[in-house]
Nanobody, 124 residues
Framework: QVQLVESGGGSVQAGGSLRLACAAN?????MGWFRQAPGEEREGIAL???????KYADSVKGRFTVSRDNARFSLYLQMNNLNPEDSAVYYC?????????????????????WGQGTQVIVSS
């Protein structure tokens, strides 16, 4: 059974930084970060495959960096220059298909495995 556990959320002032981590219980092909604010749909923000190929949503491009450590089955999200619009519950997601076969879609419906989420609050 696939298990994903996020950590690293918290509260920060606008302009600050946070680093999220996701621990998986095994190798996963396509992994990514999604977020969901109250009353909003779950938004895909970053994907990374086993080879380090990346895709970002325009809303975070240039501010967020996704990375993974395949040896540790871990996924990371470095978030810089945070603003209040980044406040949300952040989720780690994975799928046992390559990101290429998934079409590099940033839509939640393409991913089967999810963590429990970690809250990020950015105050102005």
């Amino acid at each position: 059974q696939v298990q994903l556990v996020e950590s690293g959320g918290g509260s920060v002032q606008a302009g600050g930084s946070l680093r999220l981590a996701c621990a998986a219980n095994g190798a996963r092909y396509c992994m990514g970060w999604f977020r969901q604010a109250p009353g909003e749909e779950r938004e895909g923000i970053a994907l990374i495959d086993r080879f380090g190929n990346l895709k970002y949503a325009d809303s975070v491009k240039g501010r967020f960096t996704v990375s993974r450590d395949n040896a540790r089955f871990s996924l990371y999200l470095q978030m810089n220059n945070l603003n209040p619009e980044d406040s949300a519950v952040y989720y780690c997601a994975a799928e046992q298909e390559s990101c290429l076969r998934l079409g590099w879609h940033l839509e939640a419906r393409y991913y089967s495995y999810w963590g429990q989420g970690t809250q990020v609050i950015v105050s102005s």
